[in-house]
């Protein structure tokens, strides 16, 4: 069963450009959660999407926004990007992300430069 | 609101020893816990979690945790050491009306002596 996979595995970009990240969950998997790590601040939760809907939203300006697919595919995107947005960025998947089925997966991360 | 405490962000063992990484946490409800370990460049790994009832939960890799609720720790252990457990770990706490959001510990890095 293949993981969860997330494209691209490195990026640069420059201060005010977009970008957008993308996020493959495992066959079957239904919520997307999306998480961003920096030195600085850890581990952060961004949002989760479940059904198209997204269900949980972490405390990230509205410059961070975020879709899934029918397929449950997920994107991310980062608008007017600062060079604080630098980190490696980290999706997960799960079954529903409810009670018993809460075991999540992660993808390798993408890993964002702001220059 | 939820939040994790992991205490020592390094702890060194020696090849062999018991690990004990600290967690504590805090949360209005009943809390779902978790430990992830990273390597680097990678992603987390799942090792363990806690949902509801035995409170001694083992993972993989020969690893166990142990949910004291009168404690509020969720400490992780391994008896003996291995060259490869040296990585980073993370204690996470979410809740059955949240679950997939996850509130992530600062993370301890692991050092294995030889």
């Known amino acids: 069963k293949a993981g969860v996979t997330q494209t691209p595995r490195y990026l640069i970009k420059t201060r005010g450009q977009q970008v957008t990240l993308s996020c493959s969950p495992i066959?079957?998997?239904?919520?997307v959660s999306w998480y961003q790590q920096t030195p600085g601040q850890g581990l952060q939760f961004l949002f989760e999407?479940?059904?198209?809907?997204?269900?949980n939203k972490g405390n990230f300006p509205g410059r961070f926004s975020g879709r899934q697919f029918s397929n449950s595919r997920s994107e991310m995107n980062v608008s007017t990007l600062e060079l604080g947005d630098s980190a490696l960025y980290l999706c997960?998947?799960?079954?529903?992300?409810?009670?018993?089925?809460?075991?999540?997966?992660f993808g390798q991360g993408t890993r964002l430069t702001v220059v | 609101a939820q939040s994790v405490t992991q205490l020592g962000s390094h702890v060194s063992v020696s090849e062999g020893a018991l690990v004990l990484l600290r967690c504590n946490y805090s949360?209005?409800?009943?809390?779902?816990l978790f430990w992830y370990v990273q390597y680097p460049n990678q992603g987390l790994q799942l090792l363990l979690k806690?949902?509801?009832?035995?409170?001694l939960v083992k993972g993989i890799n020969g690893f166990e945790a142990e949910f004291k609720k009168s404690e509020t720790s969720f400490h992780l252990t391994k008896p003996s050491a291995h060259m490869s457990d040296a990585a980073e770990y993370f204690c996470?706490?979410?809740?059955?009306?949240?679950?997939?959001?996850?509130?992530f510990g600062d993370g301890t890095t692991l050092t294995v002596k030889p």
């Open positions: 997960a998947s799960s079954l529903d992300g409810l009670h018993m089925n809460t075991e999540a997966f």
């Open positions: 949360s209005s409800v009943p809390p779902y």
């Open positions: 066959s079957g998997h239904r919520s």
């Open positions: 999407y479940f059904s198209e809907t997204q269900r």
């Open positions: 806690y949902t509801t009832g035995a409170t």
């Open positions: 996470a706490v979410s809740d059955a009306a949240n679950a997939g959001k996850s509130t």
